[in-house]
């Protein structure tokens, strides 16, 4: 039953903060699962209530929204956390199966155990868990890195979900998703750039570690068949992190090989790289969404063309073929093209950021750079 209000009613325990009552004529009050809709007229254009309804919504622990239904305005003001009671099933759904995704492809593909040996003993594909934790590792860390900034600022973010796969990864990443509205610029940048820097901390650790450790034999049998291979070739981090270690990422020797965990701190180079792309809903959109304002749709759009520029430089001036990463910009000139016109979040709060912010994530996109190369993957022959 809905509850008429002229003026603020003091019968409600709806929150009813300064703004609301200045800003907004609440007419009727409705109670729907949880959410609390104010139903009335603002005095206000819409993006100007919401700019102050925003923080004294916020601070009474709610996200709020402003609607046209039936030629009225609607606030909808939703409890943080609302719908998220309970265990996660599907995040922990998803966690369980990349577990298992991970470890199978890092058992058979990079530690060389046999599909016989795994069919006669499923266990052994506990063999991979030294590249689970490395890709996982990274991964999560880069999401938690989003969650803890989101939770900082009260942005409603739900925990990482994990995508399973297949080869070569087991995984194609993780993402984590915000729901309200962005608090302000500054909000924007934290959370878009928490990801980044914690994943690219993760990602030298790891790197470090797998360096450290000795080189897997490769069985005789694939050491000396001809064929074809997926080589992953070294970005610039990885390179820097080798050559500071004093370790080698390659060997003369056929029957060697660098331990996997360094593909867990290749796979953090390569998704932090990707993530970075300044389009759209990625890590980078949000950051320089959050550094540049409005603008950013214009720097958003010479993305898809940079990306097709990479890919028709190889195929037409250094003549590699779609196996050899032309394919691979050609898809993400692609990807980036489409969720370009969906733009990142639009803050609130339109306040500029301040130099301390601006230095970080310029510092944040030049270690980006570092895990940049032409031709990350290509197919060779043995």
Not at 95 to 121: K, P, Q, R
Request: aromatic share 12%.
């Amino acid at each position: 039953m809905p509850e008429h209000d002229g003026r603020a009613s003091a019968t409600t325990d709806a929150p009813r903060p300064e703004p609301l009552r200045t800003f907004f004529r609440v007419d009727e009050v409705h109670r729907d699962d949880g959410r609390v809709r104010y139903v009335g007229e603002s005095y206000v254009p819409e993006r100007t209530l919401v700019r102050k309804l925003v923080p004294p919504f916020r601070e009474a622990g709610y996200d709020v929204d402003v609607d046209v239904v039936d030629g009225r305005h609607v606030v909808v003001a939703t409890p943080f956390g609302h719908d998220r009671d309970g265990v996660p099933w599907v995040n922990l759904a998803m966690f369980v199966a990349t577990v298992l995704s991970t470890l199978f492809v890092g058992a058979y593909g990079w530690f060389y155990v046999g599909w016989g040996e795994i069919t006669a003993n499923p266990l052994s594909v506990l063999q991979g868990w030294p590249f689970t934790v490395a890709v996982l590792g990274v991964l999560m860390t880069h999401e938690l890195g989003h969650y803890v900034a989101g939770r900082y600022h009260g942005v409603d973010v739900s925990l990482p979900y994990v995508i399973p796969f297949v080869f070569p990864f087991g995984t194609l990443g993780a993402v984590i998703r915000m729901r309200g509205r962005m608090p302000s610029r500054k909000a924007l940048f934290d959370i878009g750039v928490a990801g980044p820097i914690a994943g690219l901390v993760a990602t030298v650790v790891v790197t470090a570690i797998g360096l450290s450790l000795d080189p897997i034999r490769v069985p005789a049998a694939l050491a000396d068949a001809s064929g074809t291979v997926i080589q992953f070739n070294n970005p610039p981090l990885l390179s820097i992190i080798a050559d500071l270690l004093g370790q080698p990422t390659s060997y003369e020797d056929p029957g060697l090989t660098a331990h996997p965990v360094v593909i867990g701190g290749w796979v953090g180079m390569f998704f932090t790289l990707l993530n970075l792309l300044p389009v759209g809903q990625l890590d980078g959109g949000h950051m320089v969404r959050a550094m540049v304002g409005p603008r950013q749709e214009t720097i958003a759009s010479l993305v898809p063309a940079a990306l097709f520029t990479v890919g028709a430089y190889l195929y037409f001036w250094r003549g590699f073929g779609i196996d050899q990463s032309v394919g691979l910009w050609a898809f993400w000139g692609v990807f980036s093209l489409v969720i370009a016109y969906n733009g990142p979040a639009k803050p609130t709060d339109e306040t500029r950021l301040g130099w301390p912010r601006i230095a970080v994530g310029i510092a944040t996109f030049a270690l980006g750079a570092l895990c940049f190369l032409l031709v990350p993957i290509q197919v060779v022959t043995t």
